[in-house]
């Protein structure tokens, strides 16, 4: 997997403008925020769903007088096939442990648990019937007498060559895939990129987009590792002076490695990257999946001085005073930070609040909630990391005496 600079270098430089990075829990609706800042509601792009749709995190560079342009940077050879064989190995432990049927068996490899990696995307479901066939019929009498958690189980060589054989059949059926999406010039795993240039009507560019980065057969989504889109992208109602870059990743609770009190590594390069960090919390619910955790996260990493707070799903609530509403979480935040000595700072007339965002059009207060927030990106100045200070003596108070002098002495 290549790390943030990597991906950077292959992307090339960007113009002297802001950048942003979305961040929030799954479902909040981040994607449905950059459609309307699109204006691709309409078609449907980028793509959405209940729950965790972005799996490739995407750029959208907005500068009035560039055409457009989309890069997508595909995964390497070796990623994809440790994520099919992962696959395999997990539909062979449910397929014993369960004694599964060949349906249970397909389920299983369709797509990994946390739906990052989604196979059925770019393999039939007659391949996965095959598969799961090999799996009872072959691979399972070769471990009959193993046990689940031996840690053995899959060294065999027997074993290995079976999952072998099944990795390089759905590599062969998913290069014929791609190359039925991208055409015969493209050679999957022989270049870094795909490139769509060249067309200058705004609708047609946005699908053919769809059509490559769909969550539909044939798509090459799962082969994706990083997207950027670029070009004068704004919608009709915002103002075309705007330029900025938006990134939009994965939702907090998609990876396995986002708890509800603590982030994934993966986004502190774009906190770094980025002049502006927007959390976009579900008004409904907020601060209670994740986004309390990531707003420590945020402040006692230093990064406070890009923070913006944006509510969606505002239409939603039942409150007669949504004002006092706000206030009430915000205030109930800020006693909570308290305890890990975080001052939050923001009040309510600091925040965002969007309504509708699902609906193909959106109210004017929401337009103008975004024309500000947009603003605020596109103007904000560069902000220093804010200094992290350690106090310890109150370290030291929270060891009995003893203990403090061990600490002091080691």
């Known amino acids: 997997m290549r790390d943030f600079k990597s991906i950077q ?8 403008i802001k950048k942003a990075y979305l961040i929030g829990c799954t479902g909040a609706g981040k994607t449905s ?10 078609h449907e792009f980028p793509i959405t769903a209940h729950s965790r749709t972005t799996t490739t995190p995407t750029e959208y560079v907005f500068q009035k007088d560039k055409p457009f342009k989309t890069t997508i940077i595909l995964k390497k050879l070796e990623d994809i096939s440790c994520s099919i064989e992962e696959l395999i190995q997990n539909a062979i432990l449910k397929a014993k442990e369960n004694e599964g049927s060949i349906e249970d068996i397909v389920y299983e490899l369709e797509q990994l648990p946390d739906e990052h990696f989604k196979l059925h995307l770019m393999v039939s479901s007659a391949t996965f019937k095959e598969i799961a066939e090999t799996i009872k019929n072959i691979v399972l009498p070769l471990i ?7 840690e053995t189980l899959f060294s065999p060589p027997s074993i290995q060559t079976e999952i072998q054989q099944i990795v390089v059949h759905i590599l062969d059926e998913i290069e014929n895939n791609f190359n039925q999406a991208c055409g015969n010039e ?9 490139v769509i240039e060249g067309i200058r009507d705004k609708d047609a560019f946005i699908l053919e987009n769809k059509r490559l980065l769909s969550h539909e057969f044939g798509s090459i989504a ?4 990083y997207i950027r889109i670029e070009g004068n ?4 109602w915002l103002d075309n002076d705007l330029e900025f870059m938006l990134i939009d990743g994965e939702g907090i609770g998609h990876s396995y490695a986002d708890k509800r009190d603590t982030l994934s590594a ?5 906190f770094n990257f980025c002049n502006n960090i927007i959390l976009l919390e579900d008004a409904g619910k907020p601060f209670t999946t994740g986004g309390q955790g990531a707003i420590e996260w945020i402040y006692l990493n230093g990064y406070q001085n890009k923070f913006n707070l944006v509510f969606s799903k505002a239409d939603m609530l039942a409150q007669s005073d949504q004002s006092a509403y706000f206030r009430r979480n915000i205030n109930n935040l800020k006693s909570a930070l308290k305890k890990d000595n ?6 309510n007339k600091d925040s965002y609040k969007l309504k509708g965002l699902n609906h193909q059009e959106i109210s004017d207060s929401s337009k103008d909630a975004i024309q500000k927030l947009l603003l605020s990106i596109s103007q904000a100045q560069e902000s220093a990391l804010i200094p992290l200070e350690y106090d310890f003596n109150l370290l030291l108070s929270n060891f009995n005496s003893d203990a403090a002098i061990d600490a002091i002495q080691d």
């Open 9 to 16: 270098d292959i992307l090339g430089k960007i113009p002297d």
């Open 33 to 42: 925020l950059v459609q309307h800042i699109i204006g691709s509601k309409k």
């Open 144 to 150: 009959a007498k193993k046990t689940i958690n031996d």
């Open 186 to 194: 493209h050679q999957l795993f022989t270049k870094d990129t795909i």
């Open 222 to 225: 799962i082969l994706a590792d």
């Open 233 to 236: 992208l704004l919608a009709d």
């Open 266 to 270: 993966r986004h502190y390069d774009f």
């Open 342 to 347: 975080i001052d939050f700072k923001i009040e």
